[in-house]
């Protein structure tokens, strides 16, 4: 839903308390807007909480790409970053806090909720701190921004002080809280508020169907991966599994996405002769039309906060192979709605790929439980809900003071 400047709204900084206001909410969203899961969960929330009558403010370097028709709630904020000789990199955080604080200052927003970590949690204290009292600060944790920036010592400390300064904090899974709470030092409460999918637009699609675009017979099998091709999500084991099962059940797989290791998805296709069988279909934006397409969804990750492509694939009513790892194991049930197996064990892997599409009765029993448990465990308004429960009792309390300021 596109969004520009629709600016109006007074110069008041001081915080909304009247119970009647907490109606209509004004929402500053910090995210990237980039494929991924942080920027893609950050949008389609803004987007629910609009069609709810909420106002929703998207703060950021581009427009969000999942932001693709007007809608009379939303607005879009870019931020505009000088490049002066005198910097070697940009300082895009300071232009983002002052962004957020232009912004939230002109439209008194009440609550300011930032998506993944760094940089977008210590931007918005900042611009909570010259805002005063008028804001309340969320953000929530998403996966990488904990697990691999909490390892990098030049990130870690104002990570962690940053997230201490915010109001409330979530995550997307009880793993990434516990992995949270355990390597970093958080005095604040942490909430599980899982990840989403809109039910109504992740569900198996007969007639956006692909196969016969892809040339693959109504006797073979059409599996899937979809990520950001990052060595975290271990590319060369969703060829290792491939390779095994299209061996014992005639197969052919799509490759959904693009990253860094792309290069090593390409050579692995030719180096087992799969190449008339592997179809690289790059990045996508209607991906439950694939999904649709799909008999099995692979994804063999090391790590893997949540899964949301996972979840798309089951709303999809598509079993999903997997690690048992991260938050995986919250949202793919194992023997239920596909097969978990320990990181890098491809043989066990193989194995339960190719009994589930072996076994037409087993098969349609998963398909349909993974409909079933993505919708009633994941769906948006479940989720958003429960974001909205979270703003309205910020709201309703005295803000919060870090210990920096007592």
């Known amino acids: 839903m596109i969004r520009s400047t629709g600016l109006s709204s007074s110069d008041s900084q001081q915080p ?3 119970p009647q206001a907490l109606s209509r909410l004004k929402i500053g969203m910090v995210c990237y807007p980039s494929y991924g899961g942080s920027g893609v969960v950050a949008t ?3 987007i629910h909480l609009a069609d709810l009558g ?6 950021t370097y581009d427009k969000p790409f999942r932001l693709m028709a007007f809608h009379e709630n939303i607005f879009f904020h870019e931020v505009d970053v000088s490049n002066y000789p005198v910097f070697k990199y940009p300082p895009y955080i300071l232009a983002l806090a002052n962004k957020i604080y232009e912004v939230a200052r002109r439209e008194n927003l009440q609550i300011l909720h930032a998506h993944y970590a760094v940089p977008h949690t210590m931007a918005v204290h900042m611009a909570a701190q010259m805002l005063g009292s008028q804001v309340r600060t969320v953000t929530t944790l998403h996966g990488t921004d904990v697990t691999i920036m909490s390892e990098d010592q030049s990130l870690r400390d104002v990570t962690e002080f940053s997230l201490n300064q915010m109001d409330a904090l979530t995550a997307v899974s009880d793993d990434l809280k516990q992995y949270t709470l355990k390597t970093l030092n958080i005095a604040r409460p942490i909430q599980k508020i899982y990840n989403f999918i809109n039910a109504s637009q992740y569900s198996r699609q007969q007639a956006l169907c692909s196969r016969s675009r892809l040339k693959v017979p109504v ?9 950001n091709f990052r060595p975290v999500k271990r590319i060369q084991d969703v060829l290792e599994i491939f390779r095994g099962v299209n061996a014992r059940c005639p197969s052919h797989l799509m490759l959904v996405g693009d990253g860094p290791e792309m290069r090593t998805a390409y050579d692995l296709t030719d180096r087992f002769g799969l190449r008339d069988r592997v179809h690289f279909m790059g990045k996508q934006d209607n991906v439950a039309a694939l999904l649709s397409c799909s008999d099995l969804f692979l994804l063999p990750s090391e790590k893997e906060s949540f899964g949301l492509a996972a979840l798309e694939a089951m709303a999809c009513e ?5 690690s048992r ?3 995986i194991p919250e949202v793919v049930e194992d023997g239920i709605c596909g097969a978990l197996s320990e990181v890098g064990d491809t043989e066990k892997m193989i194995e339960d790929a190719v009994s589930i599409l072996s076994d037409s009765v087993r098969y349609n029993e998963m398909a349909s439980a993974a409909r079933i448990r993505a919708i009633s465990l994941f769906e948006e308004k479940t989720i958003a809900s429960q974001y909205v429960a979270l703003y309205e009792r910020l709201l309703s309390e005295p803000r919060h003071t870090p210990a920096s300021e007592r």
């Open 16 to 18: 909304i308390r009247d």
């Open 44 to 46: 389609e929330l803004g």
């Open 54 to 59: 909420h106002e929703i403010h998207f703060i």
């Open 219 to 227: 006797e073979e099998k059409l599996l899937i991966h979809i990520s």
């Open 318 to 322: 598509v079993p999903v192979i997997a």
């Open 325 to 327: 790892t991260g938050g």
